[in-house]
């Protein structure tokens, strides 16, 4: 298994925190109604802070600080969608965050359908200048799934945009999400072989989570959405961590919701014991082959 923080190691031979930012953005999707079924009121940037993003950066160090001291930082623009907006406040935002003598690269979470010619080629420059690379959410390859998820794109989408991105050699960070609503096993194996077959540099798993204000939260009090149990959640992740194999850098393999607007699934929130039980199922699985 290829993992990020090992990746982040060999190439810039010390330990490197990411920073979570938030640039201002806003997302399409939630302009257009309420968003992704599962979006939360701060648009998937649970920890994020808000003001000039150097002001951020340094609280954010700070608050870091503790965990590896003397490491390096990446800038990650994570909330709503970090390419979705006038493009000089998008060259001036990422151009702060990298102006910091700390900060050696960038991430950029963003949406498939947020990548216009001028887009890309601000980020094909920033490429040029810094260690960068940008997230996608795909989620599902199910249509029906992606439908009832308000995901507000297709799975062409995602494949025209990761076209593009591979030809201006931009890498991609793939999230999927376990546990959709209406998923079986079956899609969410099909979604990996998609983000192999396009060659997602780098790959975000975590299982469906319920937060409160979520429009997903209304589902599950009527009781007719029922998250993945835990064990269900380590065996589908260490299938999925097998067919990805040494081909995807694997960025995340749970989520990481904050405890306070956790509705479900609770187990969820010990995040160490499931990444430990995926560990050791993967090790389990590898010893006995
Ligand atoms: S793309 Fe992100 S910010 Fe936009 S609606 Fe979906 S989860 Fe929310």
Known sequence: MRTLAQE???????????LPLDGGFTCPNRERGSGCLFCSERGSGEFTLKGHITEQLRLQKERLAHKWPGSLYLAYFQNFSGTYGPIDKLRSVYEEAISDDEVVGLAIATRVDCLNEDVLDLLEEMRDRTFLWLELGLQSVNPAVMKKMNLGYTVEDYVEAMT??????IPVVTHMILGLPGSTFQDEMETATLILKEKSWGVKIHGLYVQKGAPLAK???SGEYVPLERDEYIRRVTDILELFGDEVVIHRLTGDPPHDELLAPLWMKDKRRVLGSVQKEHARRRRSL
Do not use: A, M, S, W
């Open 164 to 169: 593009k991105l591979r030809e201006r050699k």
């Open 8 to 18: 982040l190691k060999d190439i810039f031979g010390k330990r490197v925190q990411k």
């Open 219 to 221: 589902i599950y009090e």
